[in-house]
């Protein structure tokens, strides 16, 4: 395949960064709110924004349940921030009737790091590039835990949270807790374009 379709689920969070980076490698990009668009998807990212407002708006708009089958199938995804919660198996610190699309074997604590104030920026030495790579947090979430299958791509390396996992990958999903979209650097993106190709 030369360029494979990604969508961006769309019904909330920062949709348009992600279709940015996309377009910018030359994919398909579309922005995904119905089931009949997430069909056309051969990967699909799950952007930062709010998990459990994710949550709710995937049921109501009926995309909750075809996403989920799509990833249980193989589909390559990719979350960031609120799109890691989405992917992640288990939550802490979750409201009551939360619910995730899982995939990842991982367990997320949500706002991790502290609330809004305390979202931060820094360098971190991510898994196969040569080059650290800026982070930027917000109301980000960390792993807390990981399956067997999960390879862990980035730790924060400094500061309080140091140790921390933020960016893991399992089979064809992929999540970081921090915002590869902010700013140009589109390594973390290539290297899900790269999964999607490689899975199609
Ligand atoms: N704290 C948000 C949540 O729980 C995630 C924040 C973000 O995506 N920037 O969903």
Redesign the pocket.
């Known amino acids: 395949m030369t360029s494979p379709t990604i969508g961006v689920f769309a019904l909330q969070?920062d949709v348009r960064e992600h279709l940015h980076a996309l377009a910018a490698l030359g994919v398909d990009a579309l922005a995904v709110r119905r089931p009949a668009e997430l069909e056309r998807c051969d990967g699909l990212v799950i952007?930062?924004?709010?998990?459990?407002t994710?949550d709710k708006l995937a049921r109501t708009f009926e995309l909750f349940e075809p996403l989920q089958k799509r990833i249980q199938g193989g589909m390559p995804a990719f979350g960031?921030?609120?799109?890691m919660?989405m992917l992640a198996d288990r939550i802490a610190d979750g409201t009551a009737d939360q619910e995730t699309l899982g995939g990842l074997d991982i367990t997320v604590r949500?706002?991790a790091f502290g609330r809004q104030v305390d979202s931060f920026e820094g360098e971190l030495d991510f898994d196969g590039f040569e080059d650290p790579v800026h982070a930027v947090f917000?109301?980000?979430?960390w792993v807390e835990q990981v399956g067997a299958q999960v390879e862990v791509l980035a730790r924060v390396g400094s500061g309080p949270a140091t140790g921390r996992i933020v960016a893991v990958r399992q089979g064809p999903l992929m999540a970081t807790s921090f915002?590869p979209e902010v700013g140009d650097d589109v390594r973390i993106h290539r290297m899900f374009v790269d999964l999607v190709t490689q899975s199609s």
Request: charge should be positive.
């Open positions: 969070g952007p930062g924004g709010e998990s459990t994710m960031t921030c609120a799109g919660i949500r706002n917000i109301r980000a979430p915002h």
